[in-house]
T-cell receptor, first 109, second 112 residues
Framework: DAKTTQPTSMDCAEGRAANLPCNHS???????VYWYRQIHSQGPQYIIH???NNETNEMASLIITEDRKSSTLILPHATLRDTAVYYC??????????FGKGTRLHILP | DGGITQSPKYLFRKEGQNVTLSCEQN?????MYWYRQDPGQGLRLIYY???????QKGDIAEGYSVSREKKESFPLTVTSAQKNPTAFYLC???????????FGPGTRLTVL
C-alpha cells in the first residue's frame, strides 16, 4: 500500500499558486518525500524531493512539517500546462517506490 | 539526447498471444523498472533489475517475464497467462544509489 494520502482532485485558477497537500503520518526518519507528476498518457516526471528541510527548485517548492507527517507541494504560478496527476511518494530505497492514486489537479483558465 | 525510449507507443495484440515491450536507456543507469498503470490508478511495480543478468519480482509479476542481458535494455514480455493485459506500461531507470527514477513515455497495450 502507498504510505501517503492525497485528495482525489483539486482545482486552481491559472496564475494563482497551487498548494497540493499530502499526509504521510507513518514516515520513518530516513525516508524521503518525493513528488512526481503525470500528464495524460505520458510517463511520470520528477518534480522535487526533500527529507526535513523545505526545498525549492525551478518547478516548485516543497514544504515539510516539522514532525514530517505531512507536506505541501506549491506551484507558485500555475499554468494550464500544470494540469496533471500529482503523486506524493515516501521512499527509502529507489526500488521500493509505491505510487498511490495521486491528486488530479485542474488548472482553470 | 540521453533518455529512456519505449516502443511502440500503441500496441494491439490478439488474446492468447505473447507480446514483448521494449525499453532502452542511454543514461548508463544500473537499475531499470517496469510498471503497469490502469485507468484512474497509480503505478504498480511488475519487475525491477538492479544489475545485468539479475532481476526481481515486483508486486504484480504473475503473467509477465523480463530479461536483462544488457545494461541499456530491459524488455518486458506479457504472456498469455496475464489475465488482464490491457494497460499502460511504463519503464523507468535510475542509479542504484539514487532515489530518483526517470520514466519513459510508455506503451499502451490493448489486447483484443
Amino acid at each position: 500500500d502507498a504510505k501517503t494520502t492525497q485528495p482525489t482532485s483539486m482545482d486552481c485558477a491559472e496564475g494563482r499558486a497551487a498548494n497540493l497537500p499530502c499526509n504521510h503520518s507513518t514516515i520513518s526518519g530516513n525516508e524521503y518525500v518525493y513528488w512526481y507528476r503525470q500528464i495524460h498518457s505520458q510517463g511520470p516526471q520528477y518534480i522535487i524531493h526533500g527529507l526535513k528541510n523545505n526545498e525549492t527548485n525551478e518547478m516548485a517548492s516543497l514544504i515539510i512539517t516539522e514532525d514530517r507527517k505531512s507536506s505541501t507541494l506549491i506551484l507558485p504560478h500555475a499554468t494550464l500546462r500544470d494540469t496533471a496527476v500529482y503523486y506524493c511518494i515516501v521512499i527509502l530505497r529507489v526500488d521500493k517506490i509505491i505510487f498511490g492514486k495521486g491528486t488530479r489537479l485542474h488548472i482553470l483558465p | 539526447d540521453g533518455g529512456i525510449t519505449q516502443s511502440p507507443k500503441y500496441l494491439f495484440r490478439k488474446e492468447g498471444q505473447n507480446v514483448t515491450l521494449s525499453c532502452e536507456q542511454n543514461l548508463n543507469h544500473d537499475a531499470m523498472y517496469w510498471y503497469r498503470q490502469d485507468p484512474g490508478q497509480g503505478l504498480r511495480l511488475i519487475y525491477y533489475s538492479q544489475i545485468v543478468n539479475d532481476f526481481q519480482k515486483g508486486d504484480i509479476a504473475e503473467g509477465y517475464s523480463v530479461s536483462r542481458e544488457k545494461k541499456e535494455s530491459f524488455p518486458l514480455t506479457v504472456t498469455s497467462a496475464q489475465k488482464n493485459p490491457t494497460a499502460f506500461y511504463l519503464c523507468a531507470s535510475s542509479q542504484v544509489a539514487a532515489n530518483e527514477q526517470f520514466f519513459g513515455p510508455g506503451t499502451r497495450l490493448t489486447v483484443l
